[in-house]
């Protein structure tokens, strides 16, 4: 059975964009099982918050286990997998993630002010890819960009989505979709 975890953004719940939709279109596959991850205070979060809550959410941790992060559930996630004794996991989908600050958003900044150990990341996640758009106007498009060559991910950028929200009409979301079920083929 594989395991995927989706880790919601700034502001979200596990009920808003795309998440349910991509859980289940997932779950039609019977070997997959997917849980939205909710994060206390997604108005003000805490690193530390968000962290104890993956903690506290995420039973299965091994090769078959695959997080999607969207916005701060990226870093989000890789600050949880970078915490973890040598675990090795199936991999990562993140959209439009960052591990800079933000110029928009300088209350994020604790989530990103230490530096990533990318070696451990990159030796203990085997599949990484790192979607962002164009028109991005939260999380520049430049910054899921160094994001993925710091990871060592595949970097898929498309032409228009924004930052993948409701807002920008994202109730559903084909490319997250086709990546996900690649990564859980391999």
């Not at 880790?7 to 596959?29: C, M, R, S, T």
């Not at 085997?126 to 960009?145: F, G, M, R």
Request: glycine fraction near 6%; hydrophobic fraction near 40%.
């Amino acid at each position: 059975m594989q395991k995927v975890y989706i880790i919601h953004g700034y502001d979200a719940h596990p009920q808003k964009h795309w998440f349910v939709w991509l859980k289940n279109e997932l779950e039609k596959d019977n070997n997959v099982s997917v849980d939205i991850l909710n994060l206390p205070n997604a108005n003000n979060p805490t690193l530390e918050s968000w962290i104890n809550a993956l903690s506290d959410q995420i039973n299965k941790i091994d090769e078959n286990t695959f997080f999607i992060g969207h916005s701060l559930g990226c870093i989000t996630t890789l600050r949880y997998l970078e915490g973890l004794d040598s675990k090795k996991v199936g991999g990562v989908l993140l959209v439009s993630g960052f591990d800079k600050p933000l110029s928009i958003l300088p209350s994020l900044d604790p989530f990103v002010k230490e530096p990533l150990d990318y070696k451990k990341l990159q030796k203990n996640i085997k599949q990484k890819i790192v979607l962002s758009a164009k028109d991005d106007e939260i999380v520049p498009t430049e910054l899921s960009k160094e994001l993925a060559k710091n990871l060592g991910a595949e970097f898929i950028q498309a032409k228009q989505g924004g930052h993948f929200m409701e807002t920008d009409g994202f109730k559903t979301f084909p490319l997250a979709l086709e990546n996900m079920q690649k990564m859980l083929e391999k």
